[in-house]
């Protein structure tokens, strides 16, 4: 054997590079087994502010086309969380999101005179797909603000805070209680549709104020509603619906939420952030599940481009963000902002587009399709070794016993042999042959989480892939014994 510096020079000498001779040199993954993180809950995005009533209006096989890009873990992302939008606005103006009590009843005490009309915005029939014919099981419902009538401002929208919180106070009384019953209701509407709301959020961006629905609250106003809301969920038999809070618009700023709420931890279940003004690259302090509830290139012209220049919305540039929420952010769901819309518009705010009425997808898409496909809710991320200089790798044990590991090549180039070994933790564990399950799965620029060719070491414990120049491939290891595919 000569040593790696003596062929390179060699190399050099013929007009190969170091970094050429790097690449063809085959890489070792290993995955720890032994060491574990944190538990997924996957991956999302929303049809909120009548998107999905956008949506309904195309043909019948555009629809499907795009409820399987959103949903169908063989034909698209493979989605497993949909984050839906809970109305305050007084009618169904364009791009506003009705609610279920438009005009007030007269009061915090009146009987409430509740408004039902089987749609919410078009998102009881993305709900109702998403649920039946794809298994979802996460529905996240989201209130912008609580309806004006309820607030400081006595408008849903450019902020304003919930009456009766710390700091708050009205003529008209108290909304607190009001409120928590309001979002019930929401829930018991959807229970009569068929649909099971799982996560309840009542916050979005309250750090933060527009000229749509929006409300602004400190951390010590949202403890004072929690202590409200739950009760009053559990008092209805919504036990196990989970609070979700707060969904700030950038994710650090969480953090000075959350020491303002330390009291009723107990009664938070997931704490939300956006990456908007800050991204999630370290983890909140909390003991709770931590979700990434949204984030979108709204400023950059529509790109459908996997890698460009390293833009913003250039899928690569999304494979890396969600890495980064997760290794480093340690979040367990990572939700884009948009899904799909049929209305003009011409940024990366959302994954699918319409175009002369055909749905068209982006590459930020397939993106979290070689992540939400192989990265199935109740996975726990474990850890991963040997990655080469620009390649990001992670690993996940699925509930199923499936290992999926993912390798981004951020490097321009060749492309690279990736070998993805199983380290001693995994003793006794050996995997089927290719055409069993072991294998791997690709995004570039010209590929959409298509099947690669990975072989099997003899062991049943390796395989190896080669990984392209700027891509993602996600590598799934089915154990001998079997389980149920994803």
């Known amino acids: 054997m000569y040593p790696t510096a003596f062929l390179s020079s060699l190399l050099l000498l013929g007009g190969v590079s170091a970094s050429e001779l790097e690449s063809r040199q085959a890489s070792t993954i290993t995955v720890d087994l032994s060491r574990t993180f944190q538990t997924m809950d996957g991956f999302g995005t929303s049809e909120a502010f009548q998107r999905a009533v956008t949506m309904k209006r195309l043909s019948e096989d555009q629809q499907r086309k795009f409820l399987d890009l959103m949903f169908s873990t063989t034909k698209g992302a493979g989605l497993s969380i949909l984050r839906n939008g809970i109305g305050s606005s007084v009618d169904m103006r364009d791009d506003w999101m009705v609610s279920i009590q438009p005009r007030n009843p007269g009061g915090p005490s009146a009987t409430p005179n509740y408004v039902w009309d089987g749609s919410d915005n078009g998102q009881i029939w993305v709900s109702q797909e998403a649920v039946k014919t794809y298994g979802l099981k996460t529905i996240y419902a989201n209130a912008w603000s609580a309806p004006g009538y309820m607030k400081t401002n006595n408008n849903d929208a450019n902020g304003g805070s919930l009456c009766g919180v710390s700091g708050a106070s009205c003529s008209s009384g108290d909304w607190k209680q009001a409120f928590a019953n309001y979002l019930t209701q929401y829930i018991k509407f959807y229970q009569q549709e068929g649909v099971e709301v799982t996560h309840l959020g009542f916050l979005n961006e ?18 004072d509603f929690i202590r409200v809301l739950r009760p ?3 008092r209805n038999n919504m036990t196990h619906v989970i609070i979700n809070c707060c969904d700030t618009m950038g994710w650090s700023v969480m953090n000075s939420m959350l020491n303002q709420m330390r009291s009723i931890e107990g009664s938070l279940g997931v704490v939300t952030g956006h990456a908007y003004t800050s991204g999630p690259s370290s983890p909140l302090s909390t003991r709770h599940k931590t979700w990434m509830t949204e984030a979108a290139d709204n400023n950059g012209a529509w790109t459908s481009s996997w890698y460009s220049n390293g833009g913003a919305g250039e899928g690569l540039t999304w494979a890396n963000n969600i890495y980064g929420a997760i290794v480093n ?40 399709a070689n992540w939400s496909r192989f990265v199935r809710p109740g996975a726990v991320r474990v850890s991963t070794s040997g990655a080469p200089s620009n390649v990001r790798t992670s690993a996940f044990r699925n509930v ?27 003793a006794g564990i050996s995997f089927v042959a290719a055409a069993d399950g072991v294998a791997a799965w690709v995004t570039d620029g010209s590929r959409d989480c298509d099947q690669i060719v990975a072989t099997l070491e003899a062991s049943g414990r390796a395989l190896s892939a080669s990984v392209p120049p700027r891509s993602m491939v996600s590598f799934v290891l089915r154990p001998s014994g079997g389980g149920a595919k994803n």
């Open 329 to 368: 952010g340690n979040v367990s769901a990572y939700l884009y902002w948009i899904g799909g819309q049929d209305r003009p518009s011409n940024t990366n705010s959302k994954m699918i587009r319409v175009v002369n009425k055909q749905v068209e997808p982006s590459k930020r898409l397939w993106a979290f």
């Open 206 to 223: 309250p750090d933060y104020t527009t000229s749509y629905a929006s409300m602004r609250s400190s951390g010590t106003q949202a403890q």
């Open 400 to 426: 199923d016993g499936t290992i999926a590991v993912q390798v981004i090549n951020n490097n321009s180039g060749s492309a690279r042999t990736i070998s993805v070994n199983i380290g001693t933790a995994g």
């Open 232 to 234: 009053t969920l559990d």
